[in-house]
């Protein structure tokens, strides 16, 4: 990613993920593993490669926004899913204080902002929705879009245009289920990349 196809990544998480029984990690993540080529999983609406042998993280060339946290939420979260037997998501979506352990983890530097989103298409959601799309998403009323973000963690927002009274107002919700696949702070990881790869190549800088 980046300028170059792959990243490396902090040694404590490789080892993690490495501690873990991949056929296990691939099928409660939704994910593919094969021995000596590593896990391929959807992220976005991309497939990535992550590879514990070479201890790289891959993408598409055309996703190269926010390459650090993109590979930390894929390492965390496939090690989690080794660790655990999630349930199958809830297909219902909530606001991030209503996931078990958000009322105190979504705070501070912590908090799940659509601000940027609002500044680069308030004016203007449908703008925005195009380019979901374009990424993957699909269309969801009552939301401006629902995207599944990894195979089993669907994300939505909504977003209110200004007008002459109020400025626009956005909001995320995810599936009430995400804690079960991911820590919070990989869901929380999962809300900046999508963030990043939304917004137009000027203001993901």
Same mark, same amino acid.
Request: aromatic share 10%.
């Given at each position: 990613?980046? =300028?170059?196809?792959?990243? +490396? &990544?902090?040694?404590?998480?490789?080892?993690? %993920?490495? !501690?873990?029984? /991949?056929? *296990?990690?691939?099928?409660?993540?939704?994910?593919?593993?094969?021995?000596?080529?590593?896990?391929?999983? =959807?992220?976005?609406?991309? +497939? &990535?490669?992550?590879?514990?042998?070479?201890? %790289?993280? !891959?993408?598409? /060339?055309? *996703?190269?926004?926010?390459?650090?946290?993109?590979?930390?939420?894929?390492?965390?979260?496939?090690?989690?899913?080794?660790?655990?037997? +999630?349930?199958?998501?809830?297909?219902?979506?909530?606001?991030?204080?209503?996931? /078990?352990?958000?009322?105190?983890?979504?705070?501070?530097?912590?908090?799940?902002?659509?601000?940027?989103?609002?500044?680069?298409?308030?004016?203007? +959601?449908?703008?925005?929705?195009?380019?979901?799309?374009?990424?993957?998403?699909?269309?969801?009323?009552?939301?401006?879009?629902?995207?599944?973000?990894?195979?089993?963690?669907?994300?939505?927002?909504?977003?209110?245009?200004?007008?002459?009274?109020?400025?626009?107002?956005?909001?995320?919700?995810?599936?009430?289920?995400?804690?079960?696949?991911?820590?919070?702070?990989?869901?929380?990881?999962?809300?900046?990349?999508?963030?990043?790869?939304?917004?137009?190549?000027?203001?993901?800088?």
């Amino acid at each position: 990613m980046s =300028d170059s196809p792959a990243m +490396p &990544f902090p040694r404590a998480l490789w080892d993690d %993920l490495e !501690s873990v029984d /991949p056929k *296990r990690a691939a099928a409660n993540a939704g994910a593919t593993h094969e021995a000596g080529k590593g896990y391929v999983i =959807d992220f976005l609406g991309a +497939p &990535f490669v992550v590879d514990p042998d070479k201890r %790289l993280v !891959s993408g598409p /060339p055309t *996703r190269t926004r926010a390459d650090f946290a993109k590979a930390l939420v894929l390492v965390v979260h496939l090690a989690h899913c080794g660790r655990t037997d +999630p349930p199958d998501p809830a297909g219902r979506l909530v606001g991030v204080m209503e996931v /078990p352990g958000g009322a105190m983890f979504f705070r501070g530097p912590h908090v799940v902002s659509a601000a940027p989103l609002e500044a680069s298409y308030g004016k203007d +959601p449908s703008v925005l929705a195009a380019r979901a799309l374009e990424l993957g998403a699909r269309k969801l009323e009552p939301y401006l879009f629902a995207w599944r973000v990894l195979p089993k963690v669907d994300m939505a927002l909504m977003l209110y245009p200004e007008d002459e009274e109020f400025p626009a107002k956005g909001s995320w919700l995810v599936d009430a289920h995400c804690h079960y696949y991911m820590p919070l702070d990989a869901v929380w990881g999962c809300f900046n990349c999508a963030t990043s790869e939304l917004l137009p190549p000027a203001a993901a800088k």
